[in-house]
């Protein structure tokens, strides 16, 4: 395999990134369209599971591994600065502390949900991905995609909302909340789906690569292996 790092691939660890990021902050709000509840984190976070399926698809779970371990460390350090500066006094006369708090001063509980989720999540949904890959010999991109994300999302959903709002929601409302944000995210990547093939195509043929992770390890400890 090669250990090089092309544009695209690059790019993709950006992406991946920043919807990570920008859906965790969004986490805070919870919203309510047309009778269902969700966190409003659900209009970016189920692309991270999009580029990660990419980039299990073209690159391998090594890549993957990779990025999802530089996604955790830039969510966490988003968070330790973010408590940082929530620590420290404000301006006199400045009035937006209240707002800014209620963004940024994430409770323990609700940074450890985002971290343990996001790991288990995106971990499980780069492996289902893989050995899908190698046992379809390469087949049925479509329907791979569509599981692994079943997977990871409902992985991320079952540990997420249980840490976080427990105690604070309503146990029926809870286990709502729970299902109904694996199934949008699942949903998310369905009506996307044929976008995301020819983006996995496309950067097929630019990239010249097409990894299948036979003999790879799937210890996501591993990471100097890439």
């Not at 969004?26 to 399926?53: C, H, R």
């Not at 692994?148 to 709502?176: H, M, N, R, V």
């Not at 996995?200 to 799937?218: A, F, P």
């Amino acid at each position: 395999m090669q250990k090089t790092v092309t544009i695209s691939f690059m790019l993709s660890g950006i992406l991946f990134n920043v919807c990570l990021i920008a859906s965790n902050l969004l986490e805070t709000k919870v919203i309510q369209l047309w009778g269902i509840t969700a966190t409003a984190g659900l209009l970016v976070f189920p692309i991270s599971y999009i580029i990660n399926d990419c980039i299990v698809e073209v690159w391998g779970f090594k890549k993957a591994r990779l990025i999802i371990w530089s996604g955790f460390a830039s969510n966490f350090l988003v968070i330790a600065f973010s408590q940082l500066s929530v620590h420290i006094p404000a301006a006199p006369f400045w009035e937006g502390e209240a707002a800014f708090n209620f963004v940024f001063g994430l409770a323990p509980r609700i940074v450890v949900a985002s971290l343990l989720a996001f790991l288990a999540g995106s971990f499980i949904n780069a492996y289902v991905m893989s050995r899908m890959k190698i046992a379809s010999s390469g087949r049925n991109f479509s329907f791979r995609a569509i599981a692994s994300t079943i997977a990871g999302e409902g992985a991320d959903s079952l540990i997420f909302f249980p840490i976080a709002f427990w105690g604070l929601i309503p146990p029926p409302e809870l286990l709502i909340m729970v299902g109904t944000q694996a199934c949008l995210k699942s949903l998310y990547e369905v009506l996307v789906l044929p976008l995301t093939t020819q983006v996995v195509k496309y950067i097929k043929k630019m990239d010249g690569q097409d990894v299948y992770d036979v003999n790879t390890s799937y210890n996501i400890l591993k990471i100097k292996d890439i």
